[in-house]
């Protein structure tokens, strides 16, 4: 079972700059894919961006592209959305979620992901 914790959430004015942090609790983190979506308040939850088990491969939603960026961590055990250039239609409550796959794929299927993190609360204000 793994446990992953997101933290790094708050209040930011629009145009300002967030990292988000994700502590995986698997000693075989490096065999999961990772991933983060977002869900706002009336809308279902969407994907934001998903990078590989090895952090090679990376993808973004339109919406974030060239604003956001995931990376995975030196500990091995932690994965981060740093965002820039925020928007007050970035304002979510923010999921890391994990799946495990081959080495170097990587999922940006919801369904698809095994576990999930409580969430952390974004708010952009304009």
């Known amino acids: 079972q793994v446990q992953l914790v997101e933290s790094g959430g708050g209040l930011v004015e629009a145009g300002g700059s967030l990292r988000l942090s994700c502590a995986a609790s698997?000693?075989?983190?490096?065999?999961?894919?990772m991933g983060w979506f977002r869900q706002a308040p009336g809308k279902e939850r969407e994907f934001v961006a998903a990078?590989?088990?090895?952090?090679?491969?990376?993808y973004y939603a339109d919406s974030v592209r060239g604003r956001f960026t995931i990376s995975r961590g030196d500990a091995r055990n932690t994965v981060f959305l740093q965002m820039i250039s925020l928007k007050p239609e970035d304002t979510a409550v923010y999921y890391c979620?994990?799946?495990?796959?081959?080495?170097?794929?990587?999922?940006?299927?919801?369904?698809?992901?095994?576990?999930w993190g409580q969430g952390t609360q974004v708010t952009v204000s304009s």
């Open positions: 979620a994990a799946v495990s796959l081959a080495v170097e794929d990587m999922c940006l299927m919801e369904p698809l992901y095994d576990y």
């Open positions: 990078i590989s088990t090895h952090g090679v491969g990376k």
């Open positions: 698997e000693r075989t983190y490096n065999n999961y894919a």
